[in-house]
């Protein structure tokens, strides 16, 4: 077994995963959220480190009761290195270190990202690269082109907020707890999709190829929806209209961009990765939107947001390879993913 861990924000987690002819079978997986940033509305760097502290041993020891295996079984481990809050890194990476040193196995930092573009393999053991995936997370937005596992190809990200940031703070604009996605989803389902029309950001540079063609932003969008609040004279009235009306904008673009991309390479799969990959609206537009020129993957929520399932499904597939780090290791809080290809303005296929 592969034992995978992630400390890279909020989530304390541990995996253990079972190479099967190179497919990741999950034998266990225990994703400790801490709840303490929740007062603050948002993750407070020095606290999460030391929770990360108290809670990482019992995560494990936990994963390996779930599991029904021994240490024994253990023939690796794979760390988020990175990227990621440098503190709450150095607590995964250095029991990561400690626990590999220990049972005399493999070491492996793995790239946060790329975990991201593991988590549908561990649902669907035969999928394969070419895709198109779109990462979306309260860290992250892009576009990425994958010819194979292990090759990324950047095709655009966002200029400014994530995704997953832009529906926190419009959350909180709308009275909701941080994390507020889920939330802004559940409320948008009862708004007037019709009284709002805010701005599809980038929308149009998407006919045009170019630097900005796949690109991404949402700090405009969020503008908007600030204005539209403090313009309300009954926001009770008005949140689930408002939050409708952020969400279409949001979905519109990230699926026409994601749509469009997947047409133009002719690749025959295109999969939503990160936690904003929880939103079904997402899924189900982008499902309906590429309905009978391509598939469309989305895992499992609790494998979207943070999960060491997906560290350790990236970190069996490295570890195949002969990877291995060594034991200087370190943590990076920024770092482009490993085998990342130039990035050529996108052609349309050839027939
Ligand atoms: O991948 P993740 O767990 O952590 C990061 O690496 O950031 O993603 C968390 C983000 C949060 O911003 C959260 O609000 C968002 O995913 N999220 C959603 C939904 N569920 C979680 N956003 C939109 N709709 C949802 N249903
Ligand atoms: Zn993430």
Redesign the pocket.
């Known amino acids: 077994m592969i034992l995978g861990i992630e400390t890279?924000?909020d989530?304390t987690s541990a995996a253990l995963i079972e190479p099967h002819d190179g497919r990741p079978l999950l034998r266990s997986l225990v994703i400790l959220s801490q709840d303490v940033h929740r007062i603050f509305g948002g993750v407070v760097p020095e606290l999460a480190s030391r929770e990360h502290v108290r809670m990482l041993d019992p995560v494990v020891q936990r994963t390996l009761a779930e599991s029904g295996g021994q240490w024994r079984d253990v023939s690796g481990v794979a760390v988020t290195a990175g990227p990621g809050l440098i503190g709450a890194l150095l607590v995964g990476v250095m029991y990561g270190k400690g626990l590999a040193l220990s049972l005399g196995v493999p070491l492996i930092g793995i790239h946060?990202h790329e975990g991201?573009l593991f988590a549908p393999l561990l649902e669907d053991p035969d999928l394969t690269p070419p895709f198109v995936a779109l990462l979306v997370?309260?860290?992250?937005t892009m576009l990425l082109d994958v010819p194979a596992w292990g090759e990324y190809r950047l095709l655009g990200e966002t200029l400014d907020d994530?995704?997953?940031?832009a529906?926190?703070k419009v959350?909180t604009m709308l009275g909701l707890r941080y994390?507020?996605?889920?939330a802004?989803?559940r409320l948008a389902a009862t708004g007037n999709p019709d009284r709002y029309d805010f701005p599809r950001p980038m929308l149009k540079d998407l006919t045009e190829p170019g630097r900005h063609q796949f690109a991404f932003s949402f700090s405009g969008l969020k503008t908007a929806l600030l204005r539209a609040v403090k313009a309300s004279d009954d926001l009770a009235r008005d949140r689930a209209d408002l939050a409708r009306g952020f969400q279409d904008a949001a979905i519109e673009v990230l699926v026409e961009k994601t749509a469009r991309a997947t047409e133009l390479l002719g690749r025959p799969r295109a999969m939503i990765v990160?936690?904003?990959a929880?939103?079904?609206t997402?899924a189900d537009q982008l499902r309906a939107r590429l309905s009978g020129v391509a598939a469309v993957s989305v895992a499992a929520?609790r494998l979207?947001?943070?999960n060491a399932a997906m560290i350790a499904a990236a970190g069996a597939w490295r570890l195949a390879r002969g990877e291995r780090s060594d034991w200087d290791l370190e943590p990076f809080d920024w770092k482009p993913l490993p085998g990342l290809l130039p990035s050529p303005s996108v052609q349309p296929a050839r027939p």
């Open positions: 890279s924000c989530e946060h991201h997370s309260g860290g992250h994530a995704t997953g940031e529906f926190d959350g994390p507020a996605g889920a802004l989803e990160g936690g904003v929880c939103n079904r997402l929520p979207n947001t943070d």
